[in-house]
């Protein structure tokens, strides 16, 4: 429902002469007196993002947080501030606000990040979290989905699959990295994965109006998407098919020119490491590249809101 939902709202959203870029990205970009301001918005639901009874309050206030900041990283933005609105059970609301706020504060401060306010309500249903955060553009401009061109490699952070062991709410937004990235070297086009790697270069292709080729024997594999196939037993869910659907890694996916990813990939500048997966290419679509099987299309694997 969310993409047709979304493609309409992108029919219908008037443009603004205010937006250097708008709906459709990881953020919208906003040109206001001189300044250019990037803003993302998220919203976590009890029984979708987490569950009460088994998540930790802190935790989800902290993820509420984090998934915004990788929103700002996707688009190399510096945080600038936060908005914070939560919708409380009558029952226990303060103590899960308290805790909430706990987390999310505990993080902001990581990144020195005010909150800069919000709203807060209650109800007879389960808890919601909304987080807004704004950021800045620096002097090297910022990424957008659109921009990837065929010859550009895929490049990656970090490894991918089995989040829900404990990552999902754990992991560390790729802010800095980003910054640094956007400063030191040449950036095409990125985009950064919550729904799933397939499924958010799909994004990202769709965006740049290119195919890509993945070789799946690069696709780096966290340990924890290995743990999850071995505890599952299911041959038909392998640890690379995990890397390709599971969601929420929350890592950057990058369209770099290919001289400039050997010296990126050459240099590894980043304490999170970097790995090329692919290319992308003329044709249209996602393919995969095995050596049993040449090249096949690639069934997209991915969370679909």
Known sequence: MEREFLAWLRDHLP???RFLLGPGDDAAVLQL???RCVVTSDMLNDGTDFVSGKSDWKLVGRKALAVNLSDLAAMAARPAAALV???LPRHEGLQIGKALYGGLMALAAEFDLPIAGGDTNSWDGPTVISVTAIGQTTPHGFWRRSGAWPGDQIVVTGCFGGSILGRQFEFVP???EALKLNAEYQIHAATDVSDGLSLDLSHLLEASGCGAELHLDRIPVSDDARRLAASTGDSAQSALDHALGDGE???LILAVPADEAER???DQPLDVPLSRIGQFIDEPGLWQITGKTGRQPLVLRGYQH
């Open 15 to 17: 443009h603004h002469p």
């Open 33 to 35: 007196s001189g300044d």
């Open 85 to 87: 609105s939560v919708l």
């Open 174 to 176: 790729r802010v800095r």
């Open 249 to 251: 890694d929350f890592e």
């Open 264 to 266: 990126l990939l050459a």
